[in-house]
């Protein structure tokens, strides 16, 4: 095990000064990941890529970017080729993705990129800066937060690309029927020492013992509650077996509202792994989808190398819907990436493989990432979803390229 010692403290103060003694679960999850010093988003978020923790579609080349940048130009000219387009990429990671959409667009679309504004959303303070050195050639503002943007403000398109995942949720489980939540505690032996980690001189081992266990008790807001209404789920005792746990991301509502609010007419596009709520909250899918990664493992216990590991819960695609509508984001579509990117021309790039003069080891190495862009079990089985807000009637018959349905690709590559 290799927690941060610090954090850890500074987590077990937060649970000996509140009430009872406990935390949510979406708060301990909020500091493991984004405590400003010594969150795993504040100190290891350099460690994403094919040598870190896990990589995402980014990490396999420009093709992602590339293909995501055509779906922005034709998101241009529907909107009238407005002056500012604004592009807002939120939790834009080490930067990789942003390079990939300006280079393409400036070499590719001179006229769009010559209307395009391009912003980032990061929250963490060490991603701002690899931005900033990645990005230096290009005019990119880079903010803290959404609420550093006007609302009202942006024509454009808000983008993510696995965001919603990493945002803190709240756990839950069913007890004799009842929905309960799981809070965070200190176990008994660790609520004395927690106070002499944080004022020690010098770093303690990183091998000392996690302090941290679980209980349950009701929930902490009955937004939870209202929160399966929005999505229809209802967890009868003859269908939902007793101890039945999953998670509930509220502040993914909250991130959606804000977006929503910042919009004045244009698109969100949301991509990331997950279901609908009926897929999500299947009574066979009895211990959720959290899951953590450390090094390109993966498993379940969150409690281990806190503030060291990642981790995530998949995205609830119907409750980004339902609570958009709410918000007047109206829903243009919703599709797997590997479709999407299809439709979008990935399978003229893969056919002219076969016609390039590439050494033999670097057209391997292409096509093997252009499988696993497409591969339905991984990166390929992710959700994007299209909404859109303030579109003029004539607008909204237009159907986005990524979300039509794309040419079969060719049998081999």
């Known amino acids: ?150 609302s009202n403000s942006i024509i454009g398109c808000f983008f993510s690309n696995e965001l919603v995942d990493a945002l803190p949720v709240h756990q839950f489980i069913l007890e004799q029927g009842q929905l309960r939540e799981i809070y965070v505690t200190l176990q008994q032996e660790s609520i004395v020492n927690h106070q002499e980690l944080l004022t020690s001189p010098t770093p303690p081992s990183p091998l000392i013992p996690t302090p941290f266990t679980e209980i349950t008790a009701e929930p902490s807001t009955p937004k939870l509650a209202e929160y399966f209404d929005l999505v229809s789920i209802q967890f009868p005792e003859n269908v939902y077996p007793e101890g039945y746990r999953s998670e509930v991301n509220l502040a993914a509502l909250d991130w959606l509202s804000v977006v929503a609010d910042r919009l004045q007419r244009g698109y969100v596009l949301t991509i990331d792994y997950g279901y609908p709520a009926s897929r999500y909250y299947n009574p066979r899918r009895s211990q959720g989808t959290l899951q953590c990664y450390w090094r390109h493992q993966r498993h379940n216990n969150p409690y281990i190398n806190i503030g060291r590991q990642d981790i995530t819960a998949h995205v609830d695609f119907t409750a980004l819907e339902r609570w958009g509508e709410r918000c007047g984001l109206a829903k243009v579509g919703l599709t797997q990436q590997e479709l999407f990117l299809m ?36 990166l390929g089985g992710f959700s994007i979803l299209a909404q859109s807000k303030g579109l003029k009637e004539t607008e909204t018959f237009q159907p986005l390229k990524g979300f039509t349905v794309p040419e079969l690709a060719p049998t081999s590559i």
């Not at 076969?354 to 096509?367: E, M």
């Open 343 to 378: 439709a979008l021309g990935l399978g003229d790039r893969i056919a002219a493989l076969s016609y390039t003069n590439q050494p033999i080891s670097d057209l391997l190495r292409r096509r093997d990432a252009l499988r696993q862009l497409l591969d339905p079990f991984g």
């Open 1 to 150: 095990m290799d927690s941060h010692p610090v954090l850890c403290a500074a987590i077990a103060d937060r649970i000996a000064n509140s009430p009872n003694q406990r935390i949510t679960f979406a708060t301990y999850m909020d500091m493991a990941l984004y405590h400003p010093d010594y969150g795993y988003y504040s100190t290891q978020a350099v460690n994403i890529g094919k040598r870190g923790d896990f990589f995402t579609s980014v990490h396999l080349g420009p093709d992602f970017g590339e293909l995501l940048a055509e779906q922005f130009v034709q998101m241009w000219e529907i909107l009238g080729q407005p002056v500012p387009f604004s592009l807002v990429e939120m939790g834009a990671g080490q930067g990789h993705l942003a390079l990939d959409i300006l280079n393409y667009l400036k070499l590719r679309y001179p006229n769009f990129f010559a209307a395009l504004e391009y912003m980032i959303v990061e929250k963490s303070p060490i991603l701002r800066q690899e931005q900033q050195q990645r990005l230096q050639e290009f005019t990119v503002q880079i903010k803290s937060s959404l609420e550093e943007i006007l």
